[in-house]
């Protein structure tokens, strides 16, 4: 029987007709995901659901979607869909991540110029018949120095149009390579010193703790006088308020907002201030976009339930299910091998080298391969998975590279990352005991034996006495509970390490106590997803 496909938001014909093509039964039923009783009492009937944010795929919904084994996304975001309902009931949830970045590349470009022409103010006051000529003087973009905070995937079509407009463009992105950065023709830079040297700023990174009001009050303060800011990415990545104060004394120029801290924003610091461009979150909102990921969905579900292929899956490796019997925790393992590599480190990576030994070596290496990378990627965005990790990496000019062998130690097998920056390589091994749990075994070629918490302390200091003690002091006058504590050296009165597995993340105040002790090279709060 010919797998069945239910599409209950909008969708273009073209992929509706993707899936008939392909030989799959599908009801193209636009309206039917507003109407959530009417979608419960049919949704047991279908394999694939198609979807775009009208429809709620919520847990309740789920209980009654027996035969479903995919939910297709066409779109980025999936906040609509309980995901975590999902993998419990075992049904892959898919997205499109790729489908609109021209697009809002092109907006961002698009309220670049406008803001740096005031072509709206213009624009309203000629229809008003004023004719003010004068009162619009603008800027030209041409020779301008563009500042781009985050060279990702759309990031870089912003820089490639950027130069085509012949704009010197400099970017910070922790994650750019400088090779990548000579082939892209721009000029990687810290933070620092693209706040005093752009005339216009743009921002292309996802919202995360280390992104969140990137642009703060500080930062704002140390851009250039006459600056233009355009944010066509996330809101929350800019401090609005205090934007607004440096648009009204004329520090900055102008400023272009394609999304807010607030939306729907029906009221921000921004509005009805001169030269500000606002725009309802319009950035994939053309129709080549909607079509595109409409189009890309429909081949991606086909390919699911014809032939078994997982692509941009947000809730399960690449693997098939034989495979995911047995690998499961060695995917899990790969994942926080690569979640600890890309915690401790702050500098640009260009090379993650990952060694197979034993039992896993006969595994399917390019899932764990994908699993490691996520994990490691994960900090800088969130919403990466293991489908698009290596492509993240890969455009960041990161190279990956896969060693496999025979046992060749105490453990029956285990997977060893290194990651390499221009400054060093740190490198981390782990295995995964009979119990199914992932364990810990060496860091820095120091042999341990850690399970992994969802919280934990990793710590660096010189093999000397009284390392426990103050450990155990420190976090237990701060209401910190210990599960478990590893040590581990690599001679008497050389470099050891603790990695700590604790109940609750340890508050700053305490991790500034232990740095006030001057016995810790290193104090380093981590946190690992163990569901």
Same mark, same amino acid.
């Given at each position: 029987?010919?797998?069945?496909?239910?599409?209950?938001?909008?969708?273009?014909?073209?992929?509706?007709?993707?899936?008939?093509?392909?030989?799959?039964?599908?009801?193209?039923?636009?309206?039917?995901?507003?109407?959530?009783?009417?979608?419960?009492?049919?949704?047991?009937?279908?394999?694939?659901?198609?979807?775009?944010?009208?429809?709620?795929?919520?847990?309740?919904?789920?209980?009654?979607?027996?035969? @479903?084994? &995919? $939910? +297709?996304?066409?779109? =980025? /975001?999936?906040?609509?869909? *309980?995901?975590?309902?999902?993998? #419990?009931?075992? !049904?892959?949830?898919?997205?499109?991540?790729?489908?609109?970045?021209?697009?809002?590349?092109?907006?961002?470009?698009?309220?670049?110029?406008?803001?740096?022409?005031?072509?709206?103010?213009?624009?309203?006051?000629?229809?008003?018949?004023?004719?003010?000529?004068?009162?619009?003087?603008?800027?030209?973009?041409?020779?301008?120095? @563009?500042? &781009? $905070? +985050?060279?990702?995937? =759309? /990031?870089?079509?912003?820089? *490639?149009?950027?130069?085509?407009? #012949?704009?010197? !463009?400099?970017?910070?992105?922790?994650?750019?390579?400088?090779?990548?950065?000579?082939?892209?023709?721009?000029?990687?830079?810290?933070?620092?010193?693209?706040?005093?040297?752009?005339?216009?700023?743009?921002?292309?990174?996802?919202?995360?703790?280390?992104?969140?009001?990137?642009?703060?009050?500080?930062?704002?303060?140390?851009?250039?006088?006459?600056?233009?800011?355009?944010?066509?990415?996330?809101?929350?990545?800019?401090?609005?308020?205090?934007?607004?104060?440096?648009?009204?004394?004329?520090?900055?120029?102008?400023?272009?907002?394609?999304?807010?801290?607030?939306?729907?924003?029906?009221?921000?610091?921004?509005?009805?201030?001169?030269?500000?461009?606002?725009?309802?979150?319009?950035?994939?909102?053309?129709?080549?976009?909607?079509?595109?990921?409409?189009?890309?969905?429909?081949?991606?579900?086909?390919?699911?339930?014809?032939?078994?292929?997982?692509?941009?899956?947000?809730?399960?490796?690449?693997?098939?299910?034989?495979?995911?019997?047995?690998?499961?925790?060695?995917?899990?393992?790969?994942?926080?091998?690569?979640?600890?590599?890309?915690?401790?480190?702050?500098?640009?990576?260009?090379?993650?080298?990952?060694?197979?030994?034993?039992?896993?070596?006969?595994?399917?290496?390019?899932?764990?391969?994908?699993?490691?990378?996520?994990?490691?990627?994960?900090?800088?965005?969130?919403?990466?998975?293991?489908?698009?990790?290596?492509?993240?990496?890969?455009?960041?000019?990161?190279?990956?590279?896969?060693?496999?062998?025979?046992?060749?130690?105490?453990?029956?097998?285990?997977?060893?990352?290194?990651?390499?920056?221009?400054?060093?390589?740190?490198?981390?091994?782990?295995?995964?005991?009979?119990?199914?749990?992932?364990?810990?075994?060496?860091?820095?070629?120091?042999?341990?034996?850690?399970?992994?918490?969802?919280?934990?302390?990793?710590?660096?200091?010189?093999?000397?006495?009284?390392?426990?003690?103050?450990?155990?002091?420190?976090?237990?006058?701060?209401?910190?509970?210990?599960?478990?504590?590893?040590?581990?050296?690599?001679?008497?009165?050389?470099?050891?390490?603790?990695?700590?597995?604790?109940?609750?993340?340890?508050?700053?105040?305490?991790?500034?106590?232990?740095?006030?002790?001057?016995?810790?090279?290193?104090?380093?709060?981590?946190?690992?997803?163990?569901?």
């Amino acid at each position: 029987m010919a797998p069945k496909v239910l599409v209950s938001d909008k969708l273009s014909e073209t992929a509706v007709q993707i899936f008939r093509d392909r030989g799959i039964d599908v009801d193209f039923l636009p309206d039917l995901g507003k109407d959530k009783d009417k979608l419960a009492e049919v949704i047991g009937q279908y394999d694939g659901l198609a979807i775009r944010s009208a429809t709620k795929a919520t847990a309740k919904l789920l209980e009654k979607a027996d035969n @479903l084994k &995919v $939910i +297709g996304r066409a779109g =980025i /975001g999936t906040d609509n869909v *309980d995901k975590e309902a999902a993998s #419990k009931k075992g !049904v892959i949830v898919m997205n499109t991540p790729f489908g609109n970045m021209i697009t809002t590349a092109e907006h961002a470009i698009a309220m670049m110029f406008a803001v740096a022409r005031q072509i709206p103010e213009a624009s309203e006051s000629t229809h008003a018949g004023k004719w003010e000529k004068s009162k619009f003087m603008g800027t030209e973009l041409t020779n301008k120095t @563009l500042g &781009v $905070i +985050g060279a990702g995937n =759309i /990031g870089g079509i912003v820089c *490639d149009r950027a130069r085509g407009l #012949k704009m010197k !463009v400099i970017a910070y992105d922790p994650f750019l390579s400088e090779e990548k950065a000579d082939k892209m023709g721009i000029e990687k830079v810290e933070l620092e010193e693209l706040l005093p040297r752009a005339d216009f700023i743009t921002l292309h990174v996802p919202f995360t703790d280390a992104t969140a009001n990137i642009l703060s009050a500080e930062n704002l303060a140390k851009t250039k006088k006459g600056v233009r800011i355009v944010n066509c990415a996330r809101g929350g990545l800019v401090d609005e308020e205090a934007l607004a104060e440096l648009l009204k004394s004329g520090h900055v120029a102008g400023a272009a907002f394609d999304v807010f801290k607030e939306e729907p924003a029906k009221e921000n610091a921004l509005f009805n201030l001169p030269n500000v461009v606002c725009t309802p979150h319009l950035g994939a909102a053309t129709t080549e976009a909607q079509e595109n990921v409409a189009l890309q969905v429909a081949e991606q579900m086909s390919n699911y339930l014809l032939t078994g292929a997982v692509e941009n899956a947000l809730n399960m490796p690449s693997v098939t299910a034989e495979e995911a019997k047995v690998m499961g925790p060695w995917i899990k393992l790969a994942e926080h091998l690569g979640s600890f590599s890309g915690q401790m480190t702050d500098e640009p990576i260009t090379a993650i080298n990952i060694l197979y030994d034993g039992v896993v070596s006969d595994m399917n290496l390019a899932a764990l391969n994908c699993a490691v990378v996520a994990g490691i990627m994960k900090k800088a965005n969130p919403d990466v998975n293991m489908v698009s990790a290596p492509v993240v990496a890969k455009e960041r000019g990161i190279q990956i590279s896969t060693t496999n062998q025979d046992k060749s130690g105490t453990f029956d097998g285990y997977i060893k990352v290194t990651v390499v920056t221009d400054k060093r390589e740190r490198s981390i091994a782990g295995t995964v005991f009979s119990d199914g749990k992932p364990r810990f075994i060496q860091i820095k070629g120091i042999n341990i034996d850690a399970e992994v918490g969802a919280n934990m302390l990793y710590t660096t200091n010189e093999d000397v006495p009284g390392i426990i003690g103050t450990l155990g002091q420190t976090l237990g006058e701060n209401g910190v509970n210990i599960a478990n504590f590893t040590l581990g050296r690599a001679d008497v009165g050389g470099e050891a390490i603790a990695l700590l597995y604790v109940d609750e993340p340890v508050p700053a105040d305490a991790r500034a106590k232990l740095a006030e002790t001057d016995m810790f090279r290193q104090i380093k709060p981590l946190v690992f997803d163990v569901a």
